[in-house]
């Protein structure tokens, strides 16, 4: 059983600057391409960024390129959401999320495409 386990959230000012990170268990990590997506109140859930396996893609929604940076560290079996230049509508929950296919190198923007998910980590962007 793979767990994901999200930090990093909290309330930031616009402008401000924040870095999600998004820890799994199992040994598998490296051979998965993982995502971030978030949900905001009364809203779906949405693709943010995806990063493949051995990080040669990567994948933004338009919203946050430019702003937001997905990386991993697979020795340490952890991805990174690097937040910069936040502003109010990226208020949300984020989740980080395993793709279902292993050694995938394009990345999905589909919540479909993903079988594991975190549980999630608050993000709040005041004005």
């Known amino acids: 059983q793979v767990q994901l386990v999200e930090s990093g959230g909290g309330l930031v000012q616009a402008g401000g600057s924040l870095r999600l990170s998004c820890t799994a268990s199992?040994?598998?990590?490296?051979?998965?391409?993982m995502g971030w997506f978030r949900q905001a109140p009364g809203k779906e859930r949405e693709f943010v960024a995806a990063i493949s396996w051995s990080s040669s893609n990567t994948n933004y929604v338009d919203s946050v390129k430019g702003r937001f940076t997905i990386s991993r560290d697979n020795a340490k079996n952890t991805v990174y959401l690097q937040m910069n230049s936040l502003k109010p509508e990226d208020t949300a929950i984020y989740y980080c999320?395993?793709?279902?296919?292993?050694?995938?190198?394009?990345?999905?923007?589909?919540?479909?495409?993903?079988?594991?998910w975190g549980q999630g980590t608050q993000v709040t962007v005041s004005s």
């Open positions: 999320a395993r793709d279902r296919r292993a050694f995938r190198t394009l990345t999905d923007k589909w919540t479909d495409d993903y079988d594991y």
């Open positions: 199992g040994r598998s990590f490296s051979i998965y391409s």
